[in-house]
């Protein structure tokens, strides 16, 4: 019984075996991989968020006229900065998680996780952020005139934080959705690759 035992434990071996290098490979692939992805996708976004930023330092450049619009100015070059500096840690990251084999597969998860954690705490400052900049759209104005605020506060006041509440609201509900689309489904899957290698 015991000899019948053994040989149900070695066939089990048997087939356990292949899944590992199996599905290290298929983390690891170049261009399909949950792990090329996230890179792709990191890349992506750190190119799109210098534009973005690069666009608007030309676009207006030319009206940064007085301390207070020199604030606001560069509060958003900070603001998107800031931003490259977190996604190029995080294309860091998976650039290390590239290079590990099935023997780290613990250091792996702990990289998942803390990508994870980075995103939520990455969005939480993005929303500190967005919420400092509003104020200072409110506050300037108190002291200084800028005239590229003029029209804007021209507004009556129930427009304007309807429209701060309905673009944080926006944000929010977008944000998610384009974090999940671009970084968390490639986690998740990474996470589920490396949970059948339990």
Known sequence: MELEDLKQAWNQEDTKQPITPAIMELIHQRSKGPIARLQNAYRRQMAAVAVLMSTVMVIHAKNVESVSSHLLFWTYVGFCLLMIAALFR??????????????????????VTML????????IVARVVIIFFILLLEVIPLYQHVRMLATWHSLPPVVRFSSYAAYLVFQYYLSRAITQKKFG????????LLNEMK
Do not use: A, G, I, P
């Open 185 to 192: 489904k490639h986690l998740d899957h990474l996470k589920n």
């Open 116 to 123: 994870e954690q980075r995103m939520k705490w990455q969005s």
């Open 90 to 111: 995080n294309y860091r990251l998976t650039r290390k998680m590239e290079r590990m084999d099935e023997t780290v597969k613990n250091t792996l998860e702990q990289h």
